[in-house]
């Protein structure tokens, strides 16, 4: 062999060697690792958008189907709030391109039809418990999304940090609800 292939031989074999390191090291690299167990954003506004959908539908269904004035009263709050919730959400959704969903995930359209067939005291009893539920998910999924382990984008972690005080106060007066109910 001449002396030029011999050489050109010893890179090549040297970088057989050297490109698996590197492919190593690469995969080593944890600047991404804490984005693993970080909440997508689409993840969040699909799952908000229920919740919110969810409230916003039984308050109407309370108007409609309650008996009691609390339960009334509490349903035409929850239409109010979480309606302009969702316009907000939808608004950022769609500034950023983000799917901005109108339907009910399973989880909040089964709990919508259970209260659909429901009238009176037993609608009245019913939809209190499912407002502490609902809330008490609704707190869960919003601080998450806030959290250290939140939402990347930046804007869509404030504005969900920037609900959990009505939604803590939501959940404060739907379990206040549910005592007077449901005793």
Known sequence: MKKKEKKQMKKINLLWLVMPCVLLAGACDDDDDDRVDRMQNQEFVTLAASSNRFEIEAGELAGEQGADDRVIEYGNHMVMDHGMAGTELAALATAKGWN???????????????????????????????????????VSLFERASGPEGVLDEELREWAAGKLPTLRAHLEDARALNAQINP
């Open 100 to 138: 901005m969903p109108n339907d009910l995930l399973e989880k909040e359209r089964e709990m919508l039809e259970d209260l659909m067939v429901l009238e009176g005291a037993a609608f009245d009893q019913e939809f209190a418990r499912k407002m502490v539920i609902s809330h008490e998910e609704a």
